[in-house]
């Protein structure tokens, strides 16, 4: 299965088209570290994350497990750890993991800039919780919960997410 992200913020699979949200450097082919941008291309869904206190594991055929408050994501691009999950306290600049609001409480991590990992070509781009007014993200793809859920209830391995560039103009 193709899950495909447009860059007006639609996101569609079998389920039909739901709302999305991006990252608020746009839809970038070229994406750096830091810029806030979605990249685009095909990425392969490689696991789901999820915060067990805050609800039971996903329904999902996708490698699952479960993160704890020692749980982080490396973004610095100058680190042997770059865009790898890492254990805290780490030295190096980093996501956490395990957040205070929602949205990381479901997080599917995709295969971007992970085979091997290229420094300062972007790190920790999942798809997660939205934010409540729907804001942008860091350069994420953000779902509804439920809908986030209906994804992770119809995809395999082997599935991918497709994210488009924007239509260019006429």
């Known amino acids: 299965m193709e899950v495909v992200v ?63 408050p020692g749980d982080g994501w490396c973004d610095d691009p100058a680190d042997p750890a770059y865009n790898r999950p890492v254990r805290l306290p780490h030295p190096a600049r980093h996501e956490r993991m395990w957040r205070d609001d929602s949205l990381y409480d479901l997080v599917i991590v995709i295969g971007h800039n992970d085979d091997p990992p290229v420094a300062g070509l972007g790190s920790a781009v999942f798809v997660h919780l939205a934010r409540p007014d729907w804001g942008p993200t860091e350069g994420c793809v953000a779902l509804a919960r439920a809908d986030l859920l209906e994804l992770l209830a119809a ?11 924007p239509a260019a103009p006429e």
């Open 6 to 68: 447009s860059a007006e913020g639609w996101i569609d699979w079998g389920a039909g088209r739901r709302r999305c949200a991006l990252g608020k450097g746009g839809v970038r082919p070229d994406k750096r570290e830091g810029d806030g941008a979605t990249p685009t291309g095909r990425f392969p869904l490689r696991r789901v994350l999820y915060r067990p206190d805050r609800g039971p594991a996903p329904a999902t055929t996708l490698p699952r497990a479960a993160i704890a």
């Open 155 to 165: 995809a395999a391995p082997g599935d991918a997410l497709v994210i488009r560039p």
